[in-house]
């Protein structure tokens, strides 16, 4: 309760106040800041948990984007590997039939010539065999000899004139 004079005229105010109804509106007053309070906070809160998020997504795609990286740069890296292995298998193939083939011609070429010596050392044979019966004049030799993979044919005509 209170009383206001006026201080240039003669009205006089009289205030009456209710003490409950002052309790009450402080109390109202006090709510309602704390319901701002609350809101402001939830507000805050929500927009940090925005930005929170925000920069694990971020994190995330770049640590996705890293991982893919490696490993593109792994499977680049077995791709490599795996043509370097064909490419030398290849090699060892090529080098190792390349020397079954030298050897198997150099096996047919000892053969040939093995048989070769052999037609020649019968003709020498036959040729002095031939000389010692000193029939020069009543016969001659003829030869056809013919070498195959396999086996050796060598005929021999005599011929009288």
């Known amino acids: ?18 003490a409950d109804e002052v309790i009450e509106l402080k109390r109202k007053k006090k709510q309602n800041l704390e319901k701002s309070l609350k809101k402001k906070t939830k507000a805050a809160t929500e927009i940090q948990a925005w930005w929170r998020g925000t920069l694990v997504r971020r994190t995330l795609l770049h640590a996705a984007l890293r991982a893919w990286i490696i490993q593109r740069w792994w499977r680049q890296t077995l791709v490599n590997l795996l043509q370097k292995k064909r490419r030398d298998a ?13 050897i198997q011609s150099l096996v047919r070429m000892w053969r040939i010539h093995w048989r070769y010596c052999q037609v020649l050392n019968a003709i020498r044979i036959i040729q002095c065999h031939w ?8 016969a001659l ?12 044919q060598f005929h021999i ?3 009288n004139p």
């Open 131 to 138: 000389e010692c019966q000193n029939c020069y004049t009543c």
């Open 90 to 102: 290849l090699v060892t193939y090529a080098n190792t039939v390349r020397a079954v083939v030298k």
């Open 141 to 152: 030799l003829r030869g056809h000899c013919v070498v195959t993979a396999t086996h050796l």
């Open 157 to 159: 005509e005599i011929i």
């Open 1 to 18: 309760m209170g009383i206001r004079f006026c201080t240039h005229g003669n009205i006089v105010l009289i205030v009456i106040e209710d």
